[in-house]
């Protein structure tokens, strides 16, 4: 399966912030999204970071309650790990293993068009294992049937 299917099935809405955003600000908007990352762009929309629940945590790690008060691009993962609509999902995995990250951001022809999360890609993998169980029950099924 490709980027672009998993796109088209959970839609492209992309929430961005901006690198001088409040830490503080970021979080209450992942929380009312229900979503464990931001792209971040600056005002011309280039995109600069991603920041996500995990980069929020290791600033509040490292910063204490300091991190809430500045700004994302002081938290955010850079570079921001990027793919295209035309790319398999075992690569996607793989970028996300090695990269140890969750969200990658999707970009076609220059410009942000969408997010994937290791959610969507768990979620295709169980997809995929689930249509493969079912083949074999009903292939062992037509297979046991008296002839």
Known sequence: MFVKEVLQAKGAK??????????????????ARAIGAAVVVDRRGAIQGIISERDIVYG???YGTE??????GALMTTPAPV??????????????TYRRVRHVAVFSDGRLA??????DVVKNRLDEIELEVNVL????????APH
């Open 137 to 144: 029950r009903d292939y062992a099924r037509l297979t046991a």
């Open 114 to 119: 969408g997010v994937i999360s290791i959610g």
């Open 67 to 72: 991190a809430l008060r500045m700004p994302a």
């Open 60 to 62: 509040i790690a490292r």
């Open 14 to 31: 992309v929430f961005t912030a901006h690198p001088d955003d409040l830490v503080e600000a970021v979080i209450s908007e992942l929380r």
């Open 83 to 96: 793919c295209s609509p035309d790319d398999d999902l075992r690569t996607i995995m793989s970028l996300m």
